[in-house]
């Protein structure tokens, strides 16, 4: 059992430095006022995932009763939706950091008696319970991360930091990827996995088929974003769906979240409460799913659908293979050793995690909103919980993929579904298009 334990509290123990590093950046006032309507108040997340793990290391493996019922509601997500959060008797900053150390400690201790035998084990012979636990801290961290970004945004003035994301040393020029397509064969290929630690929503693995198709080689830059603002995209209804219009019309959206017109005419962003200028070369960023459609069109394209997306990650012209995630790829844009957090991607340009097909940036660079409503796979089945992906199918969700700049590579993986409302800005999210394989297709 030496070696579980070990690799679990590695990974529980790291993930864990990432959150407490995030939240010692902000004072108690902050974390515990509720930033936006969109997002909980920060101290919630906080309690929320020492809460998650009592009930699934502590209660469910183990059989120990929860510290309290209270709490089991008071951060339960299903019961509580986020415009509530902050009328409930929260635990202060203090009493949220103790209960969660308390959790750790009575978890760490019974892994030692922890039985691969109960669970379904990875190849690694972690239990799937225990990594899920390990994700499911890591996106609360990047929800956080969301919720700081409105924090900057409603004061221009804080700073979260003084080293922004602009003082990382550029990539070498000469490695830079320039604006492209790739030519996608189509075919038939097995989507989804039936390994773990997927979530339910990933499986089961089920043949699929593509129709030839092109794909840019790297996401959307902002500079080539700032041209269809320029050219009134924003202006024109024939690019937009008719829901996307009536938002845009609605909130008077001129340009992606947390740009800013400076006296001169020109664009400014604010990023944590930084503003500096707009880095044309960074991957569109903070842009919701009816601004990819529109941009999308205004180049002659589209939006590809989810399984395109997949079948360009992990396509090769031999048969599919699988990359697993993000951290098993030597050249991803990934955290340094003894990196705990960053607040901005690289340049979409730099041409970090090449997929077999020739894609780049497809893991750890921008989430990418895909053309697919949130749906179960043939033959889905619930695990280990209906809430966590079977409540949300339907038309109301689209599917994004590969992962961003926040998420840590233990949660990123090319088959690994994100959802949201078509609507969302707040989300780490960017695009890039796709066209069919025909002839004179443009690509803008």
């Given at each position: 059992?030496?070696?579980?334990?070990?690799?679990v509290s590695?990974?529980?123990?790291?993930?864990?430095?990432?959150?407490?590093?995030?939240v010692?950046?902000?004072?108690?006032?902050?974390?515990?006022?509720?930033?936006?309507?969109?997002?909980?108040?920060?101290?919630?997340?906080?309690?929320?995932?020492?809460?998650?793990?009592?009930?699934?290391?502590?209660?469910?493996?183990?059989?120990?009763?929860t510290?309290?019922?209270?709490?089991?509601d008071?951060?339960?997500?299903f019961?509580?939706?986020?415009?509530?959060r902050?009328?409930?008797?929260?635990?202060?900053p203090?009493a949220?950091?103790?209960?969660?150390?308390?959790?750790?400690?009575?978890?760490l201790?019974h892994?030692?008696?922890?039985d691969p035998?109960?669970?379904?084990?990875?190849p690694?012979?972690?239990?799937?319970?225990?990594?899920?636990?390990?994700?499911?801290?890591?996106?609360?961290?990047?929800?956080?991360?969301?919720?700081?970004?409105?924090?900057?945004?409603?004061d221009?003035?804080?700073?979260?930091?003084?080293?922004t994301?602009?003082?990382?040393?550029?990539?070498?020029?000469?490695?830079?990827?320039?604006?492209?397509?790739v030519?996608?064969p189509?075919?038939?290929f097995?989507?989804?996995?039936d390994e773990?630690?997927?979530?339910?929503?990933?499986?089961?693995?089920?043949?699929?088929?593509v129709e030839?198709f092109?794909m840019?080689?790297?996401?959307?830059?902002?500079?080539?974003y700032?041209?269809?603002?320029?050219a009134?995209?924003?202006?024109?209804e024939?690019?937009?769906?008719?829901?996307?219009?009536?938002?845009?019309?609605?909130?008077?959206?001129?340009?992606?979240?947390?740009?800013?017109r400076?006296?001169?005419?020109?664009?400014l962003?604010n990023?944590?409460?930084?503003?500096?200028?707009?880095?044309?070369?960074?991957p569109?960023?903070?842009?919701?799913?009816?601004?990819?459609?529109?941009?999308?069109?205004?180049?002659?394209?589209?939006?590809?659908?989810?399984a395109?997306?997949?079948h360009?990650?992990s396509w090769?012209?031999?048969?599919?293979?699988?990359?697993?995630?993000?951290?098993?790829?030597?050249?991803?844009?990934?955290?340094?050793?003894?990196?705990t957090?960053?607040?901005?991607?690289?340049?979409?340009?730099?041409?970090?995690?090449?997929?077999?097909?020739?894609?780049?940036?497809m893991?750890?660079?921008?989430?990418?909103?895909?053309?697919?409503?949130?749906?179960?796979?043939?033959?889905?089945?619930?695990?280990?919980?209906d809430?966590?992906?079977?409540?949300f199918?339907g038309?109301?969700?689209?599917?994004?993929?590969g992962?961003s700049?926040?998420?840590h590579?233990w949660?990123?993986?090319?088959?690994f579904r994100?959802?949201?409302?078509p609507i969302?800005?707040?989300i780490?999210?960017?695009?890039r298009c796709?066209?069919?394989?025909?002839?004179?297709?443009?690509?803008?």
């Amino acid at each position: 059992m030496s070696g579980i334990v070990d690799s679990v509290s590695a990974r529980l123990g790291a993930t864990r430095r990432r959150t407490l590093d995030l939240v010692s950046l902000v004072d108690d006032a902050d974390l515990t006022r509720q930033i936006s309507p969109l997002m909980s108040p920060l101290v919630w997340d906080l309690a929320h995932v020492g809460n998650y793990e009592e009930l699934w290391l502590l209660n469910q493996v183990a059989g120990i009763p929860t510290t309290s019922s209270e709490y089991d509601d008071m951060y339960n997500a299903f019961e509580h939706p986020r415009r509530e959060r902050p009328a409930l008797a929260l635990l202060g900053p203090g009493a949220a950091r103790a209960y969660i150390a308390e959790v750790r400690e009575r978890a760490l201790e019974h892994l030692e008696t922890l039985d691969p035998g109960r669970f379904r084990p990875w190849p690694s012979l972690v239990p799937f319970v225990y990594d899920m636990v390990v994700q499911h801290e890591q996106q609360h961290v990047e929800t956080m991360l969301a919720t700081l970004a409105l924090m900057g945004e409603a004061d221009p003035t804080r700073g979260l930091r003084p080293d922004t994301p602009d003082s990382r040393t550029a990539p070498d020029p000469s490695g830079l990827v320039t604006a492209g397509t790739v030519d996608l064969p189509g075919g038939n290929f097995a989507m989804g996995t039936d390994e773990d630690p997927a979530y339910d929503n990933e499986r089961p693995a089920h043949t699929v088929r593509v129709e030839p198709f092109r794909m840019d080689v790297r996401p959307v830059t902002s500079g080539e974003y700032l041209e269809f603002v320029e050219a009134g995209g924003y202006d024109d209804e024939s690019l937009w769906h008719p829901n996307g219009w009536a938002f845009v019309e609605g909130a008077g959206l001129e340009a992606p979240q947390y740009w800013l017109r400076d006296t001169s005419g020109g664009w400014l962003r604010n990023r944590f409460g930084h503003v500096e200028p707009l880095r044309e070369d960074e991957p569109v960023m903070h842009v919701c799913w009816y601004e990819a459609d529109a941009y999308s069109r205004w180049r002659g394209g589209r939006l590809p659908t989810e399984a395109e997306w997949e079948h360009a990650a992990s396509w090769t012209p031999e048969g599919r293979k699988v990359l697993g995630t993000a951290d098993e790829a030597s050249d991803a844009d990934l955290w340094t050793e003894g990196e705990t957090q960053r607040f901005g991607p690289l340049p979409a340009t730099a041409g970090t995690w090449t997929s077999p097909a020739g894609c780049v940036g497809m893991l750890g660079g921008v989430w990418e909103w895909t053309s697919t409503d949130f749906r179960g796979y043939p033959g889905f089945v619930s695990s280990p919980y209906d809430e966590y992906s079977k409540v949300f199918f339907g038309s109301n969700y689209k599917v994004l993929r590969g992962g961003s700049w926040a998420t840590h590579p233990w949660a990123a993986r090319t088959t690994f579904r994100n959802w949201d409302f078509p609507i969302r800005r707040q989300i780490f999210s960017g695009f890039r298009c796709a066209w069919d394989a025909r002839p004179n297709a443009r690509e803008g």
